[in-house]
């Protein structure tokens, strides 16, 4: 089956078509022909995910799968959460939300985190049914005082996954691609697909 993965964020796509291997051709975005900006209004991480992923398969008619991702940060009650991209507000700036979110954490001792990621996919099957399936991902770890690292993307240079000494942003990409959220929804994907 050929897939579209309903993002335009670059890092991601190389994530995940790394994590696919050969065995699943990618379509981007682009090459279906869709420009539109993905609405991701419904409040909630799954609910977005669904939300974006039925848009491109409703208005492109291919199958295609969404993500959506978040940063939940206990002592912040599970905040930035499914506002992770715009915490610091409009426009969408990654440097920003770090300040912001180590500013929140200035002097917490309680730095436990987890990314959750959620991917849906949808597809017509060869009788015509359309078929909904979501996966998740968790990775724990903590927050860091101070960003390390030039890797990833985000929040990575301030997270560290536990089990580990080095940040997201330090880790070589092919190590975090075996342990984090993404790539653990993705698991679920790809063993979901193979069975299809
Ligand atoms: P979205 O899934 O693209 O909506 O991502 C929400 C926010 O979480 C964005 O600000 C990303 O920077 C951040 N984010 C998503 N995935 C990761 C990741 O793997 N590492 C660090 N930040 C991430």
Redesign the pocket.
Known sequence: MELCFA?N?A??LE?VAAALGNAFPLRTLREIGCADELP?TTGT?PG?SHQKARYVFDHFDVACFA?????EVDALNGE?G?D????AGEP?D?ER?KALLLKNLDGEPNRRAQ?R?VFTLVYRTDSGEVVEQQFEGIVAGTILTAPRGEG?????PL?MPDGYTQT?GELPLSE?NKI???ARALEGLVAYLRGV
């Open positions: 993002t964020n890092h991601k994530e991701e991480i977005n993500d959506d991702t978040g940063l930035p499914v992770s991209a715009y915490y969408r990654n939300n990314f990621s990833g993307f985000g929040y990575d997270f997201f975090k984090s959220h993404r």
